[in-house]
């Protein structure tokens, strides 16, 4: 299942402040911070998560080389 969200201006340039800050990506921060909100303590949802995450970067990768091509 997936879910697209349209953040307000503010909570966006908030999540890129933030992943500037530790240098990570803005989805690594909504993922934790469901996490966190949620109360998600199961390992196995929270690497189903990391899974899903793993898989969009490589075919945005594969998407990106496809064009470089």
Same mark, same amino acid.
């Given at each position: #299942? !997936?879910? +697209?969200?349209?953040?307000?201006?503010?909570?966006? /340039?908030?999540?890129?402040?933030? !992943?500037? !800050?530790?240098?990570?990506?803005?989805?690594?921060?909504? @993922? +934790? $911070? #469901?996490?966190?909100?949620?109360?998600? $303590?199961?390992?196995?949802?929270? $690497?189903?998560?990391?899974? @899903?995450?793993?898989?969009?970067? *490589? @075919?945005? $990768? +594969?998407?990106?080389?496809? /064009? *470089?091509?």
């Amino acid at each position: #299942m !997936s879910i +697209e969200i349209d953040f307000p201006e503010k909570i966006l /340039r908030k999540i890129e402040e933030i !992943s500037k !800050s530790e240098d990570t990506l803005p989805e690594e921060i909504v @993922n +934790e $911070a #469901m996490i966190e909100y949620l109360k998600i $303590a199961d390992p196995e949802t929270k $690497a189903e998560l990391y899974k @899903n995450l793993c898989e969009k970067y *490589l @075919n945005d $990768a +594969e998407e990106l080389i496809k /064009r *470089l091509k």
